[in-house]
């Protein structure tokens, strides 16, 4: 017979590795890449395109360069960047990719770097979408990135009381 003692400690532990792994779950570790905190901005009414984001880091003792994204979900994938000069936001298209320097992070996030996704080809029922990130030096990875809804909700705004 197993001892009381024995099914907590069994429970402790398994409950403890469920919860990493759901929390660490956004993150990949690929030859010397830290990839994290990847999604793919939900899609409004009929818009046919969208915006994608990513962490990357490279602990890696050379540049990595990220050369390319492919997905089944687009018919054509582009990686921008967000600026504002003279007081105009300006999105260019980064054709020759993106380097991420050795021992530095890079994040594509909203009204930065990102991700487009143009002219949309899937039902967009589904919570994730396989996509392709091309490398120079580590390879290619296929992420399974998340559709999510990152606006923020009417009762996370600024509540402001009269006395």
């Known amino acids: 017979m197993v001892s009381p003692k024995y099914v907590l400690k069994f429970l402790y532990l398994f409950t403890f590795i469920?919860?990493?792994?759901?929390?660490?779950?956004?993150?990949?570790?690929f030859k010397g890449l830290v990839l994290s905190d990847?999604?793919?901005k939900k899609i409004i009414?009929?818009?046919n395109i969208t915006a994608g984001y990513i962490k990357i880091e490279n602990k890696n003792e050379k540049n990595e360069h990220l050369i390319s994204v492919e997905s089944d979900f687009s018919k054509r994938i582009e990686l921008h960047d967000?600026?504002?000069?003279?007081n105009v936001m300006i999105m260019k298209h980064l054709e020759e990719g993106v380097v991420i320097k050795s021992k530095s992070k890079l994040d594509f996030k909203p009204g930065s770097l990102h991700i487009m996704f143009i002219d949309l080809?899937?039902?967009?029922k589904k919570k994730l979408q396989k996509v392709k990130f091309n490398?120079?030096?580590?390879?290619?990875?296929v992420i399974n990135m998340p559709i999510k809804d990152?606006?923020?909700?009417?009762?996370?705004?600024?509540?402001?009381?009269h006395h």
Do not use: C, D, P, V
Request: hydrophobic fraction near 30%.
């Open 18 to 29: 469920l919860l990493s792994s759901q929390s660490f779950s956004e993150t990949i570790t």
């Open 82 to 86: 967000m600026y504002i000069k003279n």
């Open 121 to 124: 080809k899937k039902s967009q």
């Open 150 to 161: 990152k606006r923020k909700k009417s009762n996370e705004k600024k509540k402001h009381y």
């Open 45 to 47: 009414a009929n818009n």
């Open 135 to 141: 490398f120079k030096n580590a390879g290619s990875i």
């Open 38 to 40: 990847f999604w793919i």
